[in-house]
Structure formats: C-alpha cells, structure tokens
C-alpha cells in the first residue's frame, strides 16, 4: 500500500514539474507571442497620437512589417516596466508613438498589436492575454538585428503616416 501511494506521489511530482515547465517558457519571437496566418494577413491599421488613424492594404508594406517583426527577439516586460516604457499612457499621446494592428479582413479583430514607441523600441502584446484581466507585453531586445528591424518598422510607419 505504501509503495502504491509513494507510486502516485511521484507521478504527481513529475506531472507538476513538467507543468510548471511548460508555463514558464519565455516567449521571445513574434510568432510565439502573436501567433498568426501571414497569408491572411491583408489590412495594417496604422494609429497616431490622438487623432491620427490611416488604413492601409498595400501588400509590400505588409510584408515589410511582417518580416522585420520575424527577426526581432522579445522580452516580457513587467507591469512596472510597461508603465515607464509607455510613461503611464501618455506614449499614447505623443505623434511619434504608432500603434499598428494587423487584420484579416477590414472589419475583423486585429490579428496582433504592435506599439511603436520609438526607432529604438516596440512592444508586441500577447494575443492570448489579450482578452484576460491584463494584457502580457514583450518589448524587443537591444541585438543589433533586433534594433535594425525596430528601426524599418519605426520608418515604414513614419513615411506612412506622412
């Protein structure tokens, strides 16, 4: 009976571990953290300051997103981080901050979101926290590819907007 239970015990222990394993994983590319259909992909809403929000189906800009957002490698930032990086909202505000959201179709639900704070930073929020108590958000990493792709994005956006 004692073996039985100890049996149990463990296949209990083992289970948990691999659990916590698995829900522990850091996300770190754009794919992971907002999973989508590249192909479906056919409209970027580009959103600017306050007043600013400009639609756009053009397939090569699409593209161009899509595949520097493919190089970039992320990091989950904490609450505390968020509220510095976007100075408690006021980012938001500000003309130089874009916000991008990729769509399948023109009325659907944006696909992933992108904030584009600057040529230097972008913060991608996780799609399936998105409809939780709070959003995760992943702010890329400071590699030179990953600056490098931060940088098109923040152009491709700029010269968009203009």
Do not use: W
């Not at 192909?39 to 809403?45: A, F, G, L, R, S």
């Not at 300051?49 to 756009?56: A, D, I, L, M, P």
């Not at 990086?85 to 992108?114: C, M, R, S, W, Y």
Request: hydrophobic residues 40%; neutral net charge; contains cysteine.
């Amino acid at each position: 009976m004692k073996a039985k239970k100890f049996m149990i015990l463990v296949v209990i222990c083992i289970l948990l571990v691999i659990q916590l394993a698995g829900c522990s994983q850091e996300k770190f590319s754009a794919n992971q953290i907002s999973p989508l259909d590249k192909n479906k992909i056919t409209m970027m809403i580009i959103s600017s300051g306050n007043s600013v929000t400009k639609e756009f189906d053009d397939k090569e800009q699409i593209k161009t997103l899509l595949e520097n957002m493919d190089v970039i490698r992320f990091s989950k930032i904490s609450i505390n981080q968020e509220e510095e990086v976007l100075d408690k909202g006021k980012k938001f505000n500000v003309d130089t901050t874009f916000v991008l959201q990729l769509l399948e179709t023109k009325h659907g639900a944006p696909k992933a979101t992108i904030v584009v704070i600057s040529d230097k930073e972008l913060i991608l929020t996780d799609r399936e926290t998105m409809e939780k108590t709070r959003t995760v958000s992943y702010m890329n990493q400071s590699d030179e590819t990953s600056l490098n792709a931060v940088k098109e994005i923040y152009t491709l956006a700029k010269k968009a907007m203009d």
